[in-house]
């Protein structure tokens, strides 16, 4: 069955510090592969997204994330990250029709 | 930078009442959703809505929910019977191709 799993539901951050969340999916094809921001009480916003082509994916607000074929992964990446970066980051994942499966997130928090 | 606009933010209502859910998609998208997140949890998909007709629904969206485009600009989701589970943030999106969203900032449909 297709599926996506983001395994840490909560990450701790220092200012300044990198970072990486991690999201893995199930199924038998390369799927479309995107990232969503979520700050509290506020919508969905996109901060990339891949669907083929070069595995590593720049995005807004200094994100990155890199698809790994043989891992069936796309983390999500941040060499230093700002306090304003706190929110909930959603992985999701199109699989041959036009709708989004949604990973249960993780919540990033960011210590000064 | 073009807005898909949800009405109202935050509406409450009670058990058994019909609640009608606003949304106006951006103008020249093609392709609208409706995506609901209950408080925690993560978003899951309800149906997608493409030249003027449901193109694919979930299990959740049962007979108690519809959709309508009633003129051009407007996209609704009505729930018939409201039930407490129906408690959620409801986030419309649309998409001038595939995967191609714009989120907007979600309507919180509280039932009590």
């Known amino acids: 069955a297709q599926s996506v799993t983001q395994p840490d539901i909560h990450i701790t951050v220092s200012e300044g510090a990198s970072l990486e969340l991690r999201c893995n999916y199930s199924y038998g094809a390369t799927p479309y592969l995107f990232w969503y921001v979520q700050s509290p009480g506020q919508g969905l916003q996109l901060l990339l997204k891949y669907f083929s082509g070069d595995t590593l994916v720049q995005g807004i607000k200094g994100f990155e994330a890199e698809f790994k074929r043989s891992q069936s992964s796309f983390n999500l990446r941040k060499p230093s990250v700002h306090w304003s970066d706190a929110a909930e980051y959603f992985c999701a994942v199109g699989f041959n029709t036009d709708k989004l499966i949604f990973g249960t997130g993780t919540r990033l928090q960011v210590f000064p | 930078e073009p807005e898909v606009t949800q009405t109202p933010s935050h509406q409450v209502t009670q058990m058994g009442q019909e609640v009608i859910l606003r949304c106006v998609p951006i103008s020249n998208h093609l392709y609208f959703y409706w995506y609901r997140q209950i408080l925690g949890q993560k978003v899951e998909f309800l149906v997608s809505f493409y030249n003027n007709e449901i193109s694919e629904k979930s299990e959740i969206f049962d007979d108690q929910f519809s959709v309508e485009r009633p003129d051009g600009s407007n996209f609704t989701l009505k729930i018939r019977s409201t039930k407490l589970e129906d408690s959620a943030m409801y986030f419309c999106?649309?998409?001038?191709?595939?995967?191609?969203?714009?989120f907007g900032s979600g309507t919180r449909l509280t039932v009590v």
């Open positions: 999106a649309s998409s001038e191709d595939l995967y191609g969203y714009t």
